[in-house]
């Protein structure tokens, strides 16, 4: 048996059934190989300069990846799983076992293509699914940093009622496969509603194709019910009091047209999937496991557990599933 994707260099003929029944019984393999990982053969390119690559780009991004959907809590424990386990080694792509620093230094360049990745997986979920993009909706979570973390600022958490020291990760979800499309990194300082046009702008095009913007009191403002109106975007939002007295209607919306709060109401509900989508990224992607050091290192780790998420719902799309579930325990 050899891989369907044997341009990336980690094909491997099988000759001990008892190692093919072992992978075949691994969940997460299956889910890595609905991927196409030859669209990511960029990776692989050498600029000419500092020292030649030993280990293949695409089998350490595999197994980062592995790491993040199997739940282990760091590329140590990844790499004593790989020591234990050579033929899984040699399936992701890896000739040999990586060290400590190896996946330090890949995980710093890194963060240049990170976002490239995220486009990739969302472009292919598009092809499979034409109705995404329909409806969206944004919202950011927290990312605790070491105190003497200086590129970090200082953020309120609006559920534990406390501040805290760190930084935000924006995103942009559809909310029907529960998927982040495209994310932004900030400190905590940075105000979510800086940062909405920014994600939108990533999306590209994409944007034409929505009907519906779910955001929360964070993003209430005139300018982002009328800017987005002419691009033929409906934005429902909550109203963010600001100390007002009289407040009329309980949505932006309402200021402009005559909307029943009851059907709004039933609307917004889906804002509740932007939620859902976080706390999968977290408890079960392995988002906030750890304090992260710096805005660079916490970019890739935001963006290997969405990349986790995408690579999720990708699975459940092609083995026609539903993709509003996490496949694994």
Not at 162 to 177: C, E, M, N, Q, S
Request: with cysteine; aromatic share 8%; charged share 30%.
């Amino acid at each position: 048996m050899t891989s369907k994707n044997g341009c990336v260099g980690w094909q491997m003929p099988v000759y001990c059934f008892d190692c093919q029944c072992k992978i075949l019984s691994d969940p997460v393999i299956e889910v890595l190989e609905s991927v196409d990982w030859r669209q990511f053969s960029f990776l692989e390119r050498y600029k000419g300069r500092g020292r030649r690559r030993v280990h293949n780009r695409i089998g350490l991004l595999r197994a980062l990846l592995y790491m993040k959907l199997a739940g282990i809590p760091s590329v140590h424990e990844l790499l004593r799983v790989l020591a234990r386990d050579p033929y899984k080694m040699k399936i992701l792509g890896l000739e040999r076992l990586p060290s400590d620093s190896v996946f330090s230094r890949f995980k710093r360049e890194l963060g240049k293509s990170i976002d490239r990745l995220v486009s990739l997986i969302a472009g292919k979920l598009h092809e499979l699914d034409p109705d995404m993009f329909v409806k969206l909706g944004a919202d950011s979570t927290k990312l605790e940093a070491c105190k003497k973390d200086r590129q970090s600022g200082w953020g309120f958490d609006h559920i534990d009622r406390r501040f805290y020291k760190g930084y935000k990760v924006h995103l942009l979800y559809d909310t029907r496969l529960l998927v982040p499309v495209c994310f932004a990194v900030t400190s905590a300082s940075v105000h979510d509603n800086l940062v909405l046009r920014r994600l939108v702008g990533k999306l590209g095009a994409g944007i034409l194709k929505a009907a519906g913007l779910f955001l929360d009191r964070a993003y209430d403002s005139r300018a982002n019910v009328e800017d987005f109106a002419r691009a033929g975007v409906t934005v429902i939002n909550r109203k963010n009091k600001r100390n007002a007295k009289n407040v009329k209607g309980k949505y932006r919306l309402q200021d402009y047209c005559q909307v029943h709060g009851n059907r709004l109401n039933h609307l917004y509900k889906t804002r509740n999937d932007c939620e859902v989508t976080n706390s999968l990224l977290k408890e079960r992607l392995g988002l906030q496991k750890k304090k992260t050091k710096g805005i660079i290192r916490n970019r890739v780790k935001a963006g290997l557990s969405i990349l986790a998420r995408q690579i999720q719902v990708l699975h459940q799309l092609l083995q026609e599933a539903d993709p509003r579930t996490t496949i694994m325990n």
